[in-house]
């Protein structure tokens, strides 16, 4: 069994916080593979009846596990999931657990409100760049053509049919369990709309036709597909109404692999790299910091920085994302820098074995892999 080193510290971490740990995370991303990874645990499978009849007396399940780890897998299985993992928190705190469950457990308001304070959060995203050292998984390339779910990249030849399963699973077991919408038909399709668009600007009235629905549809769907990670929402940074783009926000796919299917694609040119790229860097701050409040910059004449991470009380650091280091034009960030002169500005390139750092008429910009990048931006979490 491979083991995913870069999750496993991250779990370990969060039991020194809390003794209840939620993992989520879109359908086949390896929740349960983690899980069944970790050394000296007790496994429970919340979808065998026998397990759901054992822990529908929290008490009397918990008492005799104090002092122990366990899991408790596709927790969302339980007629009241939240109640359990509240009175393990509450009263059973030397029994550490990790619990998980559908994303849409997750997104419910009750999930939220019932365990504010008592657990911590560990969001699985697809495989970020440990995880190929850890699989032995090295081609970049493969990696961004395959996507980053594990039986995906581990396939031999391209899974084209896992990934209509996959939305297909998604809509029955994911979002009619909980959001319970109607017209799957219009919901698919906006879904592959979207994907094939991804890292472009949103504008819902583009989908209202294709999909035969209205706009406040269309918004309604984008909300339910943010709420179960399956697209981000990257918002605008601006602070100047006059000359900066304010409210039309970029959507991307949470997998680089479905970005590829629904384009089309079957091989990889040099000139589909960039767009790729951009979703993995995505990919990798999300995993490696744990945040989704990620911008990115434009003004009115069509100059765009693609991520900019900006912390309460500090500068905004500008992140432009290229395949090559030789790529990079250093426009967009002169114009970017002419506003906001304060700041780190990074290129991160796959190219880019060790930083190193360019001037250009007063500005500098520093180029770095992605380790470069993590480690550039980690205070800011």
């Known amino acids: 069994m491979k083991n995913r080193t870069f999750w496993i510290e991250k779990i370990n971490k969060a039991w020194e916080r809390r003794s209840v740990i939620w993992l989520s995370g879109v359908r086949r991303v390896g929740k349960t593979f983690l899980s069944r990874s970790l050394a000296d645990v007790e496994y429970f499978d919340c979808e065998l009846p026998r397990t759901r009849m054992a822990l529908e007396d929290p008490e009397g399940f918990l008492r005799p596990l104090q002092g122990r780890t366990i899991i408790l897998d596709e927790i969302h299985r339980l007629r009241n999931p939240s109640e359990l993992l509240k009175i393990a928190a509450d009263h059973y705190p030397k029994v550490k657990i990790l619990a998980t469950g559908s994303s849409t457990l997750g997104a419910s308001a009750k999930f939220k409100d019932t365990l504010t304070g008592r657990k911590e959060s560990l969001w699985l995203t697809p495989m970020v760049a440990q995880d190929l050292v850890d699989f032995g998984q090295g081609d970049i390339a493969k990696r961004l053509l395959f996507g980053g779910l594990p039986p995906f990249i581990l396939s031999a030849t391209l899974p084209e049919w896992d990934f209509q399963d996959w939305v297909d699973g998604y809509w029955a077991k994911d979002i009619q369990e909980l959001f319970h919408l109607e017209r799957r038909y219009a919901f698919q399709r906006f879904f592959e709309l979207l994907m094939a668009q991804s890292g472009g600007l949103f504008e819902a009235t583009r989908f209202t036709a294709p999909c035969e629905v209205s706009r406040t549809t269309i918004s309604n769907y984008l909300a339910v597909l943010e709420a179960t990670f399956v697209f981000h929402i990257v918002r605008p940074f601006s602070t ?70 900006a912390g309460r009380g500090r500068p905004p650091v500008a992140i432009e994302c290229k395949w090559s280091a030789a790529d990079f034009d250093p426009d967009n960030l002169k114009r970017f820098r002419e506003r906001y002169p304060k700041g780190d500005s990074l290129v991160v390139a796959a190219d880019v074995e060790k930083p190193f750092v360019r001037h250009y008429k007063g500005m500098e910009a520093t180029f770095v892999n992605l380790p470069g990048l993590i480690g550039k931006i980690s205070h800011l979490r």
């Open 240 to 309: 100047s109404r006059s000359s900066e783009i304010v409210s039309a926000p970029k959507v991307y796919g949470f997998d680089t692999g479905f970005v590829c299917y629904y384009r089309g694609w079957h091989e990889l040119r040099r000139e589909d790299m960039g767009l790729l790229w951009e979703h993995y860097v995505l990919n990798e701050i999300q995993g490696c910091l744990q945040i989704r409040n990620i911008l990115y910059w434009r003004d009115k004449r069509g100059h765009e920085i693609d991520f900019v991470i």
